[in-house]
């Protein structure tokens, strides 16, 4: 047996107390002062904006779980979800025809509500430049529409037929900059958010507008054929980061405190596939927050996706999350693969997360829904606030 003399026992017993300071500190070294927990509230495969009651329980609940962040969709399938003095000049309805918004201003009701519940309110412009191919807004402006190099305008999203309003064309900047504006200015929300519709499917872009646009930038020559091209990819890829900059001017003249959010794909699928170049634009200090949509189920994969270097150097400028699949109309997804999405989220040292979308979080399930809400209260088990650049969020 080892005999310590006083002196050597002191300093072992001062060594030992400083490490277990260090263990105990750690807690407080993961976990982040805030976080984001959020969720996308959308009238696809959900009924949650179409009634009252049903809107006010569900954010109740979210409340109870400790989600501090609802993003609202407010323009989707052609058509505004609150009531539009601009949509109703240009589409000739103020209001989505659902008849669950009828005689309502849902807008209104979520920021109301939403803040009661100390829920940040983020509307988003779900359907950016797309609309559904039969729509009141194709048919009263098909002049608007993109296309092809064929000719051809219609793009599947599953099952639907949708089309692409030119986003170059300035009546359509004009209308997309104006209901932007319109929110901000009349409605008490936290920011706007965008997502890679907010670009172009690289395909399209072949219309007569865009082809004189080209021609005079390059000496007359067309499009070129190859709608990879890199340097046509650029090019229209840069046109659309020239609009954002437009945007974020007109939101922050207004409301400087509106937070400009972005919650694409990876940026390889973002750009090449989109034309959305949230790179760029986060360098540019367009973005005020990326949510970043990372929906995979195998969590090798899912970590791949968090350390790419543009994500890794956007963590240093702004708060950036992680979008997860909580599941779809025909594909739920289980807790245990949210729980261990969420806790690699954490471990990466991200903002925080959010959810894709409410109705999967307990409704749409193959679990029932007190499992699954007992799953996100041991997510959350304690309230927090969502980080805010402009608040003074600093990288962890």
Not at 283 to 299: A, I, M, P, T
Request: aromatic share 12%; net charge positive; hydrophobic share 40%.
């Amino acid at each position: 047996m080892i005999k310590l003399r006083r002196p050597q026992l002191f300093a072992l017993l001062l060594a030992l107390s400083l490490v277990v300071g260090l263990i105990l500190q750690q807690p407080a070294l993961t976990q982040a002062k805030t976080e984001l927990r959020g969720v996308w509230l959308t009238n696809i495969d959900s009924d949650v904006l179409f009634g009252r009651d049903r809107l006010t329980n569900a954010l109740k609940t979210l409340k109870q779980l400790n989600f501090n962040t609802i993003y609202p969709t407010v323009w989707n399938w052609g058509y505004t979800l609150y009531p539009s003095p601009v949509a109703q000049k240009v589409i000739g309805r103020s209001l989505d025809p659902e008849p669950g918004l009828q005689g309502r201003d849902l807008l209104r009701e979520l920021t109301t509500q939403g803040h009661k519940n100390g829920l940040a309110v983020i509307p988003w412009f779900e359907f950016g430049f797309m609309a559904p191919s039969d729509s009141s807004l194709a048919k009263r402006h098909p002049d608007w529409l993109t296309s092809r190099r064929d000719g051809s305008k219609i793009w599947l999203e599953g099952k639907h037929d949708r089309v692409w309003l030119n986003p170059f064309r300035p009546e359509v900047q004009n209308f997309i900059q104006n209901l932007v504006v319109e929110i901000v200015s009349k409605y008490d929300v936290d920011g706007i958010q965008f997502d890679d519709h907010f670009g172009l499917p690289a395909e399209l872009g072949y219309d007569a507008y865009t082809t004189k646009l080209y021609q005079q930038e390059h000496f007359g020559k067309n499009p070129p054929a190859n709608p990879q091209d890199p340097e046509w990819v650029r090019w229209r890829a840069n046109k659309i980061t020239q609009y954002l900059q437009k945007i974020f001017k007109a939101v922050k003249t207004r409301k400087p405190k509106c937070i400009i959010s972005i919650a694409p794909n990876p940026q390889r699928v973002s750009y090449q596939l989109f034309l959305a170049d949230w790179e760029k634009w986060e360098r540019q200090g367009l973005v005020e927050e990326l949510v970043l949509q990372v929906y995979r189920n195998d969590l090798k994969v899912f970590m791949q996706e968090l350390n790419y270097p543009e994500v890794k150097i956007a963590k240093k400028h702004i708060p950036v999350s992680i979008g997860i699949l909580s599941g779809l109309k025909d594909r739920s997804v289980a807790s245990a693969q949210i729980q261990s999405q969420v806790e690699a989220s954490r471990e990466q040292g991200f903002a925080g997360v959010s959810f894709f979308f409410y109705e999967t979080l307990w409704n749409l399930s193959q679990e029932k829904p007190p499992i699954r809400q007992s799953a996100f209260k041991s997510l959350f088990v304690q309230p927090k606030s969502r980080p805010n650049l402009l608040a003074g969020w600093k990288p962890e």
